[in-house]
DNA sequence: TCTAATCCTG
DNA sequence: CAGGATTAGA
């Protein structure tokens, strides 16, 4: 028989072929491409908020009324913002930006024609009221004298036993340390809580939640300790809404300068924390979430079932493992296995940064991350185009590249969003008022993100956009964000073509003649590399029609080499053709928002 | 002409 | 992985 017969209609024979596999393996749902999607976010842009100013006042009220809590609580949170070892140190654990990130700004859309960003404007001439600055400062003190006093009631028990468990026998303590942006000792990263709410309650809630875990806490304390835990609280809770009130108040007469204020005053508090590097995610896992302790740590060979070679093998013939010398050795990923999760506390340096950002020095552009590269300008601005009725701010658009942890989500949907978004008119200067303009609306890719990209390809090697929007629904989308999220998927095929067509040749000098002992088995070394370019650390199972797809493509890439049409400069096309028609569905778990943690913990 | 994908490079 | 150039298709 002609051993290529099952080749002379590839691509009939492939569909057939795969909707065998995807039956008898699992039938999910078809979520494909949600017709009904909901059309680019821009063009909802110029909505009735524009029309009603009343409404955008009240907004922009709530706002700062909510942001200056978020600070003020930051503040409460951070046992001493002022040592500046303690920030750099924070620094470099807060934000596990990538290299990727940096380069973005120079293609991102930036706000067009003349309205740009006249920085005058943005830093108040006025200098605001001392006596803010002041209560600002005494307000610090005295919770800096509160949290010790907390501190050390709660030590001596804590270590002892901390409410957050015994992960890894690591007390509490030491996931402070590791976040190094100082919680309190005994809590869990309050974040965990997921705040969805995009308005102003969100903050509330917030705090509501925190509380409520503090309420636990006394079950850790002596009586005496108690006590005085609950008249700290008690002051601290007026405290913190005093000085609320007070900043609000001031906020109200002085929306203009206001923000210069807050960012001088800040800025002597926390006076490096100007720079918020990003480190080019250079492996470093830092995750001081509990809940990062992934499943498949315990069991590190768990994610991959070795013992599971039979899973594909139509033939009985013997099956060429694609690779004469593979290693059947366990896929041991780097024992750390962090998914890129960004630490939750993320939130609170930015929004301190941001706020310094516009300080005297003006544009917090200055205050992105390293930009060793070619990153100079906040000229770039000036290269933007038109994206239709929606203009980005320039602070918009750095933000994107802003590495954004997607626990920082509740916060930032809170309320500024609406006020960021739109830009017109008289509206322009209200919004150059704002003082924390960009950061929160726009959230650019993260690791994150890309991470869960690279396990989506498992399913799909050419996901449309409505298909990216519908599985990353915590990500504002934007043409920049989905021309970048196109180009993952492009450079993750490239690099798949290559393996392909490195190993179909190599079989063909090895000698292989049937396409068909071209099979992709865990335990090839085919194999092994996409795993590691696709799902590094091994923390996610490979599906079982992906290595049927990639079997497939192996074999039709072996199948015009060795039939010499490789000479023809395009001979790869067909190929992409048939894969393209391949995509699987992807599991509905992918859509969640917050995939890293709960993908993992499933 | 415009868009999107690939190719090529760093 | 991103940016830019190139190419293919509408």
């Known amino acids: 028989m002609d051993p290529h017969s099952g080749l002379l209609s590839p691509l009939s024979r492939a569909c057939s072929h795969l909707a065998e596999i995807c039956m008898e393996g699992e039938r999910s749902p078809s979520p494909q491409e949600q017709g009904s999607d909901s059309p680019f976010p821009w063009s909802l842009v110029p909505d009735s908020s524009l029309a009603d100013p009343d409404w955008f006042w009240d907004e922009h ?12 609580r930051g503040m409460c949170l951070s046992p001493d913002p002022l040592v500046p070892g303690n920030v750099r140190a924070r620094d470099s654990l807060c934000c596990p930006g990538r290299a990727q990130e940096r380069k973005r700004k120079q293609s991102l859309p930036v706000q067009q024609g003349p309205l740009k960003s006249s920085p005058a404007r943005g830093h108040g001439s006025r200098k605001g009221g001392p006596r803010v600055r002041e209560q600002l400062h005494l307000l610090k003190q005295q919770l800096r004298h509160l949290q010790e006093h907390i501190l050390q009631a709660a030590e ?12 890894k026998g690591r007390g509490p303590l030491s996931v402070k340390q590791k976040n190094g942006c100082g919680s309190r000792p005994w809590a869990m990263d309050s974040d965990h809580h997921q705040v969805s709410s995009g308005d102003l309650s969100g903050v509330e809630k917030h705090r509501v939640s925190e509380v409520e875990y503090q309420s636990e806490e006394p079950r850790f304390l002596r009586s005496a300790a108690r006590a005085l835990l609950e008249s700290l609280r008690k002051e601290l809770t007026g405290a913190v809404s005093q000085a609320v009130d007070s900043v609000l108040q001031k906020v109200l007469l002085d929306p203009s300068g206001h923000l210069t204020q807050l960012g001088r005053s800040f800025q002597g508090l926390v006076p490096e924390s100007k720079s918020e590097p990003s480190p080019p995610d250079g492996g470093a896992c830092k995750d001081p979430l509990p809940l990062a302790a ?22 009985d013939s013997p099956r060429y493992p694609v690779s004469p010398r593979m290693i059947p050795k366990p896929y041991q990923g780097p024992p750390a296995n962090c998914p890129l999760t960004v630490p939750s506390h993320i939130q609170e340096n930015q929004i301190l940064s941001q706020l310094l950002g516009h300080g005297p020095n003006g544009h917090w552009s200055s205050c992105l991350p390293q930009d060793s590269s070619s990153q100079s300008h906040p000229s770039s601005e000036s290269a933007l185009q038109p994206w239709g009725a929606v203009k980005l701010r320039p602070s918009v658009l750095s933000q994107q590249q802003y590495p954004l942890p997607f626990t920082s989500t509740r916060v930032e949907r809170l ?18 008022a704002l003082p924390f303009p960009s950061v929160h609306i726009q959230e650019g890719l993260n690791p994150g993100h890309l991470k869960k990209a690279k396990l989506m390809f498992f399913f799909t090697r050419y996901p449309s956009s409505n298909l990216l ?3 990353f629904p915590d990500v504002q989308f934007n043409r920049c964000i989905i021309s970048q999220m196109i180009k993952w998927f492009s450079n993750f095929r490239e690099f798949y073509y290559i393996q392909m067509e490195k190993f179909a040749r190599q079989a063909i000098s090895d000698g292989v003649t049937n396409p068909k002992m071209l ?13 590691t370019h696709y799902n590094r650390g091994n923390d996610f199972e490979v599906p079982d029609c992906f290595l049927e797809i990639a079997s497939l493509t192996l074999q039709e890439f072996f199948r015009a080499v060795s039939t010499g049409k490789d000479s023809d400069p395009s001979w790869k096309k067909p190929i992409y053709k048939i894969i393209s028609k391949l995509d699987s569905d992807i599991p509905e778990i992918f859509k969640s928002s917050s995939y890293p943690q709960e993908l993992f913990r499933n």
Do not use: C, H
């Not at 992934?294 to 033939?315: C, E, F, I, Y």
């Open 294 to 315: 992934l499943p498949r740590r315990a069991q590190p060979q768990a994610g991959v079932p070795l013992g599971n070679l039979s899973l594909v093998k139509p033939l």
């Open 156 to 167: 001596p028990q804590d270590t002892a036993q901390g409410p957050g468990g015994s992960e």
């Open 519 to 531: 099979m992709v088995l865990r335990d090839s070394e085919l194999f092994r590399a996409l795993n």
């Open 61 to 72: 009220i709530q706002a700062k009324r909510a942001r200056v809590e978020t600070i003020v």
């Open 469 to 471: 929007k519908a599985y």
């Open 415 to 432: 309320p500024l969003l609406p006020s960021v978004k739109m830009e017109q008119g008289g509206l322009q200067a209200v919004t150059d």
